[in-house]
């Protein structure tokens, strides 16, 4: 089973723990108290400037654009994880509709600084123009939803 690092907090910033875990119990996660991220961080503080040039998860967060229906045909070559968010067919800016995250284990780690993987991540929004873009540096953390809904490909 194919194993992801994945950094956990209650808090924004402060104790941003790093746990290997087996991927699919990101799905556990995401319903969970704890914010997470795809980053690891020096002293388990969260930000750019701490960011351990490592992370073998990518996550994308869809707020508009493509439905969940859609993802699950744009992503089906990968293993993924979709899960709604608080906002997701929520009147959000004058809109309803769905707003998820797509979680993808990397084949490898991604070991790259912070203005790497900016760049890297300014290349996959190339290929998922409806992805958001605001979500492309190292350090980006995510707010659990306890009422997720989840769906899992492999």
């Known amino acids: 089973m194919k194993k992801v690092t ?12 790093s746990y290997v875990i087996p991927f699919n119990k990101i799905v556990d996660l995401v319903k969970s ?5 795809a980053g ?3 002293d388990n503080y969260r930000n750019a400037d701490n960011y351990l ?8 967060d869809i707020d508009d654009g493509k439905s ?3 993802a699950r045909i744009i992503f089906e070559p990968f293993d993924y994880i979709i899960a709604t968010t608080k906002s997701h067919q929520k009147e959000k800016n ?3 509709c769905d707003r998820f995250r797509v979680i993808l284990p990397t084949e490898k780690p991604i070991n790259l600084n912070k203005t790497d993987y900016s760049k ?14 605001v979500c492309k540096d ?8 306890k009422n997720s809904t989840i769906i899992t490909h492999s």
Do not use: Q
Request: glycine fraction near 2%; proline fraction near 4%; hydrophobic fraction near 40%.
């Open 68 to 70: 969940i229906d859609e």
């Open 120 to 133: 890297m991540m300014n290349e996959v929004f190339k290929d998922y123009p409806f992805v958001d873009t």
């Open 94 to 96: 004058g809109k309803i």
């Open 53 to 60: 040039n490592y992370s073998d998860l990518i996550i994308l």
């Open 6 to 17: 994945v950094s956990i907090s209650e808090h924004i910033t402060e104790n941003f723990k």
């Open 40 to 42: 690891t961080f020096k």
């Open 33 to 37: 108290k704890f914010n997470y991220s």
């Open 138 to 145: 190292s350090s980006r953390f995510y707010f659990p939803a």
